[in-house]
C-alpha cells in the first residue's frame, strides 16, 4: 500500500483500525489505542526558581530562562521539571508552546508537566507538537473565548493516542529527523535569499536617493559622511529647511483616522493593524495629520520610524508631525529617512542613555544634512523606487509561498508519521 504526502509516494503499513476519534482516523493495527493518561503521568511537584532554574516554554521548546528575567521571591510557586519531560502550555494563546526539556528545571504554574512512559523521547516530541494533536489537546478545553481558553491535565488525559512498538518510535523519530532537517535547511536557504533581495533593495534605494538615476554625471563631495558623493548639480540642506514642526490638537470630539506610524510599513490606520481593543479611548488633544505631512516617532526614528501621511486624522501627540516648507516630493523623503544610512545618521542625533531609550528631538533633527534635487528628479527617483520595490516584493513574495508550502508539507509530514498514515523504517 501506498500514500502520497506531498507529491510523494510513501509506502504504508498492511492492516489499519479505526481508531474511533476525528483526529487520529485509522491506524495502524498493530498500535496500541489508549488514553494519554495511562502513557502520561502528570508532574505537580512545587519548587522555588531560585533551587530549579527557571525554564521558558516556547514554540521553538523548552529553554532556559533570561538571566535578566526576575527571580520570585513567594516560595514554591512554580513546577518541577525534569530532564525528558514534556511540558506545555495550557492556555489557547499559547498554543504549541511545548516540548520534551533536556534539562532539570521549573515553569510557571500555567504549564502542564508530563512524565512520558516508556515513550521515545523524540517520537513524543514530534507527537505532541503535531498540529493535529495540538488541535484535539485545544479543543479538550474549556473557556470563555478563543484566546483564554486553557486545558488541564484532567481534559487532556482522556485524549486517545495510539502508541508504536519502541522500535517503531525510535524509527519514526529518526525518519522525521532526516526529513525535517532537509526541509529547515531548504526553508533556512530561502529566509536567506528574502534577506538578501531585502539587503539589494535597499542599495538601490540609497543609491538612488543619494546618487540620482544617471550614471554618467559629474559627481561631487557632499561634505556629508552618510551621503558621500552626490550629483553636481543637486543641493545639501537641513531637515530644518526642507519641513517645519507643526503643532495642531485636533478638536474635543473629533472622528478623524488615528494614525500610528510603523518601523517597517509606515504610516497607517492604526484600526487596520491592531486589534479592536487597542484604540485610545479618545483622541482629544491628538496631534492633527494632513495627506503629504511626515509622522516622526521620537523613541524609534533612528530605527526607521518615520514616514509619509498619505491619509488625514490624527495621532498621538508622542510624535512629532513635519510639513514640507518648499516644494518637494513626499515618497523620495520618505525613502531617504527611511533608509538604513539615513537611520544609521539619526542615532547620532538621538539622545537617551540606551538605544531604546533614544529619542530624536527636532532641534536635532532639524539640522540634520540631506541631499536636495529638483522636485522634477525626486519625482523621476521616486518612480524608479516604486518599480525596484514591487519587483523584490514579487519575488520576496513568491519565496515566502513556497516557504508555506514547505512548512504545510513539514507539518503533514510529522502528522502523517505519527498516526501511521505512512511506514518508515
Known amino acids: 500500500m501506498e500514500a502520497v504526502i506531498g507529491e510523494i509516494k510513501i509506502e504504508r503499513y498492511p492492516a489499519y483500525k479505526d481508531s ?18 495511562t502513557r502520561f503521568f502528570e508532574r505537580r511537584t512545587k519548587v522555588s526558581d531560585k533551587d530549579y532554574a527557571a525554564l521558558s516554554v516556547t514554540k521553538q521548546g523548552i529553554l532556559p530562562q533570561l538571566d535578566s528575567a526576575a527571580k520570585t521571591n513567594d516560595g514554591d510557586n512554580r513546577k518541577l521539571v525534569m530532564a525528558g519531560d514534556f511540558v506545555i502550555n495550557s492556555r489557547s494563546d499559547r498554543k504549541g508552546s511545548s516540548g520534551i526539556s533536556t534539562l532539570n528545571g521549573s515553569v510557571s504554574l500555567i504549564n502542564t508537566v508530563l512524565e512520558p512512559i516508556d515513550i521515545h523521547p523524540t517520537f513524543c516530541n514530534y507527537l505532541l507538537k503535531s498540529y493535529a494533536f495540538v488541535e484535539e489537546f485545544y479543543r479538550m478545553g474549556h473557556g470563555i473565548v478563543a484566546d483564554l481558553w486553557t486545558t488541564r491535565y484532567d481534559e487532556m488525559k482522556a485524549i486517545m493516542i495510539a502508541i508504536p512498538s519502541k522500535q517503531d518510535q525510535t524509527a519514526i523519530a529518526n525518519f522525521l529527523d532526516r526529513k525535517t532537517a532537509r526541509i529547515d535547511k531548504t526553508i533556512a536557504q530561502k529566509v536567506k535569499l528574502i534577506e538578501l533581495l531585502k539587503e539589494r533593495r535597499q542599495i538601490l534605494i540609497h543609491k538612488a536617493v543619494t546618487r540620482g538615476l544617471n550614471p554618467d554625471v559629474p559627481m561631487k563631495d557632499s561634505g556629508v559622511e552618510w551621503i558621500g558623493e552626490l550629483p553636481e548639480h543637486w543641493e545639501v540642506k537641513k531637515i530644518k529647511q526642507l519641513f517645519r514642526l507643526i503643532i495642531d490638537p485636533a478638536p474635543i470630539n473629533n472622528n478623524f483616522e488615528l494614525l500610528s506610524i510603523y518601523t517597517e510599513i509606515g504610516v497607517r490606520p492604526r484600526k487596520d493593524l491592531e486589534e ?15 495627506k503629504g505631512d511626515f509622522i516622526v516617532n521620537k523613541l524609534l526614528a533612528w530605527m526607521g520610524a518615520i514616514g509619509l501621511s498619505e491619509y488625514e486624522g490624527v495621532t498621538s501627540p508622542a510624535y512629532d508631525i513635519l510639513r514640507p516648507k518648499i516644494p518637494s516630493n513626499g515618497n ?5 529617512l527611511r533608509s ?20 530624536l528631538y527636532f532641534d536635532k533633527f532639524g539640522v540634520v544634512l540631506v541631499p536636495y534635487p529638483s522636485e522634477e528628479e525626486q519625482t523621476e527617483i521616486s518612480a524608479h523606487i516604486d518599480k525596484v520595490f514591487k519587483k523584490t516584493e514579487a519575488a ?14 513539514k507539518a503533514t509530514l510529522i502528522n502523517a508519521a505519527v498516526t501511521g498514515k505512512i511506514k518508515v523504517s
Open 276 to 290: 479592536k481593543g487597542n484604540r485610545a479611548s479618545t483622541t482629544d488633544g491628538y496631534w492633527f495629520v494632513k
Open 332 to 336: 523620495y523623503y520618505h525613502e531617504l
Open 396 to 409: 520576496i513574495k513568491a519565496k515566502d509561498k513556497e516557504i508555506e508550502k514547505l512548512k504545510e508539507y
Open 340 to 359: 538604513k544610512a539615513c537611520s544609521t545618521e539619526l542615532r547620532k542625533y538621538s539622545r537617551g542613555i540606551m538605544d531604546m531609550r533614544l529619542r
Open 20 to 37: 474511533g476519534v476525528e483526529w487520529l482516523g485509522e491506524v495502524p493495527e498493530h498500535w496500541e489505542l489508549t488514553r494519554l493518561g
